[in-house]
Antibody, heavy 118, light 109 residues
């Protein structure tokens, strides 16, 4: 079964750090571009970051320098290290697989909630 | 990087058709044929229903169709059914990033 499972969310104080994980199964992970997308309370989706098969990374401006995305092909996993967290980072974080030839997120995880609050 | 623009709500009666628009710029929707649409039911993850402007993944009913004109993409849902009530999000590749719309809540009357 094709699946992405996120973990690591929780309640964290402003300025704190959190590491999200995403475990993949059912497809060839090592040849897949992986992304993180967040959804703020309400419904807006926001693309956060991406990592290519060679480990190259891309970030939205608001998280660049604070968030670091990485991958571990041996464990079929991607990670999002989030530092200097702010209230506006509060959201459900989804990981997704991009089918590069059509530039679309075709597989989504179930999401993990991150709440930044004192 | 501004979000794509969608109407916040749309509605239709069972059996009718409804179209949802998604407006971007020449740097995203207008510059690439990489528009996607996602259906999201409450408490669930988004599900891909249209990619490459007008293509449907396996298993998605042909009642869902997509199109594009200039910087605006459209999702049309024909023969509305109760289970189509959900949020619909558009998305577009934008060079080195991806953009999403604000989402449209589709209500079946």
């Amino acid at each position: 079964e094709v699946q992405l499972v996120e973990s690591g969310g929780g309640l964290i104080q402003p300025g704190g750090s959190l590491r999200l994980s995403c475990a993949a199964s059912g497809f060839t992970f090592s040849t897949s571009d992986m992304h993180w997308i967040r959804q703020v309370p309400g419904k807006t989706l926001e693309w956060v970051s991406a990592i290519g098969t060679a480990g190259q990374t891309f970030y939205i401006d608001s998280v660049r320098g604070r968030f670091t995305m990485s991958r571990e092909n041996a464990k079929n996993s991607v990670y999002l290290q989030m530092n200097s967290l702010r209230g506006e980072d509060t959201a459900v974080y989804y990981c997704g697989r991009v089918k590069w030839e059509v530039r679309t997120l075709d597989i989504w995880g179930q999401g993990t909630m991150v709440t930044v609050s004192s | 990087q501004s979000a794509l623009t969608q109407p916040p709500s749309a509605s239709g009666s069972p059996g009718q058709s409804v179209s949802i628009s998604c407006t971007g710029t020449s740097s995203d929707i207008g510059g690439y044929n990489y528009v996607s649409w996602y259906q999201q039911h409450p408490g669930k993850a988004p599900k891909l229903i249209i990619y490459g402007v007008s293509k449907r993944p396996s298993g998605v009913p042909d009642r869902f169709s997509g199109s594009k004109s200039g910087n605006t993409a459209y999702l049309t849902v024909s023969g509305l059914q109760a289970e189509d009530e959900a949020d619909y999000h558009c998305g577009s590749f934008a060079g080195t990033s991806w953009l999403f719309g604000g989402g449209t809540k589709l209500t079946i009357l």
